[in-house]
């Protein structure tokens, strides 16, 4: 059984910055990517980030240079630091687990950005 807690979601102005935490715990080998994707109302879920075991990083065009995947290996936590947020990144954002063959996901944390 795998669970991942993700933390760090709230209102905030544009401009402004946010930073999101998610701890994987449980029966976890052989991980081969941890990230997050979001999903705005009325639309698709997409990839926002996503950091491989590796250590190589994969970001949406959309946030290039404002977003930041990182992890701390050792507590199987990713992060992902938020600034310079517009309108447009509102939405439910959700860390995701690969482990060989196998996708995990956490229940989802708000992130809701005024103008």
């Known amino acids: 059984q795998v669970q991942l807690v993700e933390s760090g979601g709230g209102l905030v102005q544009a401009g402004g910055s946010l930073r999101l935490s998610c701890a994987a715990s449980g029966s976890i080998r052989s991980i081969n990517t941890m990230g997050w994707y979001r999903q705005a109302p009325g639309k698709q879920r997409e990839l926002v980030a996503l950091?491989?075991?590796?250590?190589?990083?994969n970001y949406a065009d959309s946030i290039k240079g404002r977003f930041t995947i990182s992890r701390d290996a050792p507590k199987n936590t990713i992060y992902l630091q938020m600034n310079s947020l517009k309108p447009d990144d509102t939405a439910v954002y959700y860390c995701?687990?690969?482990?060989?063959?196998?996708?995990?996901w956490g229940q989802g944390t708000q992130v809701t950005v005024s103008s």
């Open positions: 950091i491989t075991i590796g250590g190589s990083t």
């Open positions: 995701h687990l690969r482990v060989l063959s196998l996708n995990y």
